[in-house]
């Protein structure tokens, strides 16, 4: 989510007349675009954003600024702490930051209800650097799920979703210019309303030749999207599905409005409809509240759907959440401990899965010269002639590792 909107930030820089530069040492502008999804992360930005301040005192007419969820969530906090930073932008109203550069405005500009609302449209200006590929298309912003944990709903407000005509046309201007990959985004993109026929009509435009969609929610998937999947070639064979946990009643106090039985249902599901899908996920461990055999009800969610890739957190207490006022009492060593365990049983899943496509061919779009991602996304190293960036290849993969592929080039 937040690399599309830095890329589209950077689109209408460009188009203003702006040229990328090679490093922060030599912007004339820094845009810091920031999460608040994990402690972690806002930690970070904190750090960095204040390690600008010797570029601002080394030349002041610099301009610096935070953008996205965190900058909306501590924008008091930057102003005070960090009185180098000129700007700070909430995550919706990143696309005025040109504007307010040219006007030489400073100071705190958060997002307001009309400015979540508001899809900007630019189309029309972009301008694709040549080595990317995909175009990244959000469908919905923010988010109304309340998922107890999230912070989500709170710093990038409720959902609100673009019309199906508004992305047709976005991707189509993405396709005519050679973007022959489309990724729909949203948080809970799969509930949409106009979900599969935004599917069925991205997948049948010209030019566009593989289409994925994030993040699925999982108490909206159903086996209608898995046929459409399953009956389209253009629609990629890859499932980004967060179950977060395999306890029910974990699952129940994060409020994800789907049971351990649901889950399961659609994940065999499309393992019996696609068997080559990826199907990856979210954990989340030491929720409040997780027992050692809550714990070890994730671990069998693991060995049961076996996950081709799983992304994997300590439970993050966020303010503002329902979960932030429980108790968050599975310890950091308890947490760190579980981590561990649940990495070593996901790693490999995915190693058994990825060890099925060994002897196999398979196309991948070249990211770089000699690597790249098939349709289900996983990524592949090949040896042989190498590839122009966004060029198909074909690679026998003659080895698997948990997080990746290597083979050599075919053709
Ligand atoms: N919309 C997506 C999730 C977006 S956040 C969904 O509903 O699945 C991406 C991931 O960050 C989540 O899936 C979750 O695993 C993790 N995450 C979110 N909040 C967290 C928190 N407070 N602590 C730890 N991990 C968290
Ligand atoms: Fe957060 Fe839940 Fe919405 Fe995902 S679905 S963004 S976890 S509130």
Same mark, same amino acid.
């Given at each position: 989510m937040n690399k599309a909107d830095s890329r589209r930030l950077l689109e209408i820089f460009i188009s203003a007349g702006y040229i990328p530069a090679? @490093?922060? =040492?030599? &912007?004339?502008v820094i845009v810091y675009n920031t999460c608040s999804v994990r402690g972690h992360a806002e930690d970070k930005a904190m750090s960095h954003l204040g390690r600008l301040k010797f570029l601002k005192e080394r030349s002041p007419g610099t301009v610096i600024c935070a953008a996205g969820c965190m900058a909306q969530r501590m924008k008091e906090e930057i102003r005070e702490r960090l009185p180098h930073i000129d700007l700070v932008v909430g995550p919706s109203s990143i696309f005025r930051v040109p504007e307010m550069v040219r006007e030489n405005l400073s100071g705190v500009y958060p997002d307001t209800p009309d400015t979540v609302k508001e899809f900007s449209e630019y189309i029309d200006d972009i301008n694709l650097e040549k080595e990317e590929y995909t175009g990244y298309v959000p469908i919905m912003k923010g988010c109304g799920n309340f998922c107890s944990y999230c912070i989500v709903p709170y710093v990038r407000g409720r959902e609100h979703y673009r019309s199906k005509e508004e992305v047709l046309k976005e991707c189509r201007a993405l396709a005519s210019r050679g973007q022959r990959e489309i990724m729909l985004l949203g948080? &809970?993109? =799969? &509930?949409? /309303?106009q979900f599969k026929d935004i599917l069925k009509g991205v997948s049948s435009l010209? *030019?566009? !030749?593989r289409v994925r969609f994030v993040t699925s929610y999982p108490g909206k998937m159903d086996r209608e999207i898995v046929d459409i999947v399953s009956g389209?070639?253009?629609?990629? @064979?890859y499932f980004h599905i967060p179950v977060q946990s395999g306890s029910e009643s974990v699952l129940k106090r994060m409020n994800r409005k789907y049971t351990v039985e649901d889950f399961l249902d659609i994940a065999f599901y499309i393992r019996e409809k696609v068997p080559d899908a990826a199907i990856t996920t979210d954990f989340i461990v *030491?929720? /409040? *509240? !997780?027992?050692r055999d809550d714990f070890k009800r994730t671990l069998e969610m693991v060995e049961k759907v076996r996950f081709d890739q799983s992304f994997t957190f300590k439970y993050s207490p966020r303010p503002l959440t329902s979960a932030s006022k429980m108790d968050d009492d599975v310890n950091e060593d308890e947490k760190k401990r579980r981590l561990a365990e649940l990495n070593r049983v996901c790693s490999r899943a995915g190693l058994e899965r990825n060890r099925r496509l060994i002897g196999r061919k398979v196309r991948v779009f070249a990211s770089e010269a000699r690597s790249g991602r098939t349709g289900s996304y996983k990524i592949v190293h090949w040896e042989g002639k190498g590839a122009q960036p966004g060029e198909p290849v074909t690679v026998k993969v003659n080895q698997a590792l948990p997080h990746s592929l290597k083979g050599l080039r075919e053709d």
């Open positions: 090679d @490093d922060k =040492n030599t &912007a004339d948080q &809970a993109v =799969n &509930a949409h /309303p010209k *030019g566009v !030749e389209t070639p253009v629609l990629c @064979d *030491g929720f /409040p *509240g !997780e027992t």
